[in-house]
């Protein structure tokens, strides 16, 4: 896929002015219209994947709690990552922030 192709998915964006990449190296909440959450450090930025490290990805299906309260739990305690690495497609996306963030 040529850079011209990949860009057109995304108006506007390009490698030179993607918000993402002010984001590069924290410790981000990647919200998602499902149940699934991903709490990592953003590694890689690109115009379809972000990929996080020392990743943990919950399903809230899988808890009693709150996406709030679990994120909550996850800023006071800390990151529990259950992969190494995982690649999200942005398309799934609906909301980033950083962990430090998330306020009670």
Same mark, same amino acid.
């Given at each position: 896929?040529? &850079?011209q192709a990949s860009?057109?998915?995304y108006p506007g964006l390009?490698? &030179?002015n993607d918000p993402m990449d002010e984001l590069s190296g924290e410790i981000v909440v990647l919200d998602t219209a499902s149940p699934i959450i991903y709490v990592g450090k953003l590694q890689r930025v690109t115009?379809?994947?972000l990929e996080l490290c020392e990743a943990d990805v919950h399903d809230m299906n899988d808890s009693r709690s709150t996406k709030d309260f679990y994120l909550l739990q996850t800023r006071d305690l800390g990151v529990r990552p259950n992969r190494a690495k995982v690649l999200i497609h942005r398309s799934h996306v609906i909301s980033v922030s950083r962990l430090a963030d998330i306020t009670d």
């Open positions: 896929m040529n &850079k860009e057109s998915s390009s490698a &030179k115009p379809h994947i």
